[in-house]
């Protein structure tokens, strides 16, 4: 093999390992990127379910919208008051922070239909 | 919340207590404590037993009788019975309704069976010329009881609407109850929710009508259930005429009245079955159901809203 035909191999190996290193760099990136992705995701979405009150480590579902309701009820009577404390001409004293209120409304039992029962001749 | 129910033997039948929300108490507590009253009530007031206080009062050759407040209310409620229905409904007439072959304690079902009684004839039935309800009197005061010796009274329908009125008086408080004296009926309680009251077929078939009741009292009269056959092979039953003395046969076989108190429902009832078709519904103003000896049933006075619990009359 004379100089010239294995300098010209050599280059062909050259070529070839680095279109392989960039074959294996272009993968791991992918990997990278998709694991980054779907990481960012599933973040996403349990951070935005956290953040409606959506629990799901708390067992009564109910307990949990209770929870928003609670604190929905809340901010719209503290709109409320402020609203009223604004048209008031006389100045309103601070607001003494109110007792917390129980975080789930007691549910009313529900009405059993009494028995009926049988008039006849006694 | 459920309520607590006592179903217990009383008064020749069935009674039953149900009691829901009372006040501060356990609610079979309550309810046990009504069935006392009416066990104790049973022994003192049933003419079947010789030795209860009633027997004694129709023996005792005295014109005043002392007599426990409930003896003495009972002998006041025949008088009220005598007033309130123009003497239809007389409770003195003891010695007749033996006389008809009534002398044991019979329970329904237990004499001929229920059926669809043939009279020969039938005509309203009409007051005693001399009745005897109009001499008893009670001496509060002296805590006796004031009627001309021999004079006898027979509780019967009289005394379960009189004394479902007096466990009532007891439950006022609770949130709900009704108490069933053998088909006499008083409900009351702070809740509105009425109760369903089917009204029992007198032929011992499906309930014939139903009625819806919060407050009030529902009480039923009639001479299908203690109807036996009288010496003659004829039939008999319980409900007298005052003026024959003998089993009525109005062309009604059964009335239920609505009414503010069991007392009035138990009068109301009575009076309505001894009128006869003609004159039933006239005693019948806050509502109630007649069946005819035919089978046809009749319902009176649509209840568009439930009788307000009054005084016991």
């Known amino acids: 093999m004379d100089p010239i035909e294995r300098h010209e191999k050599k280059r062909d190996a050259w070529r ?21 992705l779907c990481f960012g995701l599933l973040w996403a979405v349990v951070f935005v379910q956290m953040a409606t009150g959506n629990d799901p480590v708390l067992s009564a579902k109910s307990g949990a ?44 039992e529900p009405e059993i239909e009494p028995e009926p029962l049988s008039t006849g001749q006694s | 919340m459920s309520e607590a129910r006592l179903v217990f033997d009383c008064f020749g039948g069935t009674v039953a207590v149900h009691v829901r929300g ?40 005295r014109e005043a009788v002392p007599a426990s407040p ?5 002998a006041a409620a025949v008088g009220t019975a005598g007033e309130l229905s123009g003497g239809l409904v007389d409770a003195t ?10 002398v ?43 009627r001309p010796p021999g004079v006898k009274i027979d509780g019967g329908g009289i005394a379960k609407g009189m004394l479902a009125d007096l466990v009532a008086e007891s439950l006022e408080g609770c949130e709900a109850f009704a108490v069933d004296c053998c088909g006499d009926l008083r409900l009351g309680g702070g809740s509105s929710r009425p109760r369903r009251i089917r009204v029992e077929d007198p032929f011992g078939g499906e309930p014939v009508h139903e009625l819806s009741l919060a ?35 109005t062309g009604i076989v059964q009335a239920t009245a609505v009414a503010p108190s069991g007392l009035l429902a138990e009068v ?23 069946v005819h000896d035919g089978g046809e049933v009749e319902v009176v006075g649509a209840q568009r809203t439930a009788p307000q619990p009054a005084a016991t009359p």
């Open chain 2, 93 to 102: 007439m003891l010695t007749e309704i033996e006389a008809a072959g009534y």
């Open chain 2, 215 to 249: 407050t009030g009292a529902v009480a039923t009269s009639g001479t299908t259930r203690r109807a036996w056959l009288g010496p003659d092979g004829r039939p008999a039953h319980q409900i007298l005429d005052p003026r024959s003395g003998r089993p009525a046969f």
């Open chain 2, 268 to 290: 109301n009832a009575k009076a309505a079955l001894l009128s006869g078709p003609e004159g039933a519904a006239d005693w019948l103003p806050f509502g109630g159901v007649l």
């Open chain 1, 65 to 108: 919208n209770a929870t928003a309701t609670a604190t929905a009820k809340r901010t719209e009577r503290h709109r409320a008051r402020a609203a009223e404390a604004e048209a008031a001409a006389e100045p309103v004293e601070p607001e003494v922070e109110a007792a917390p209120e129980p975080e789930f409304e007691p549910t009313p």
């Open chain 1, 16 to 36: 070839r390992l680095l279109a392989q290193r960039q074959r294996a760099g272009m993968l791991r990136g992918r990997v990278i990127a998709i694991s980054l």
């Open chain 2, 22 to 61: 009372a006040a501060g108490r356990d609610d079979d507590e309550v309810a046990r404590e009504a069935r006392a009253t009416l066990l104790d009530a049973h022994a003192r007031l049933s003419r079947f037993e010789a030795g209860s206080e009633l027997s004694r009062l129709n023996r005792d050759p």
């Open chain 2, 104 to 146: 044991a304690s019979l329970a329904p079902g237990l004499g001929a069976p229920p059926q669809r009684v043939v009279a020969p004839f039938s005509s309203p039935a009409c007051k005693r010329r001399q009745s005897a309800w109009h001499s008893i009197s009670v001496d509060e005061e002296a805590g006796t009881v004031v």
């Open chain 2, 70 to 74: 409930l003896l003495r209310r009972l």
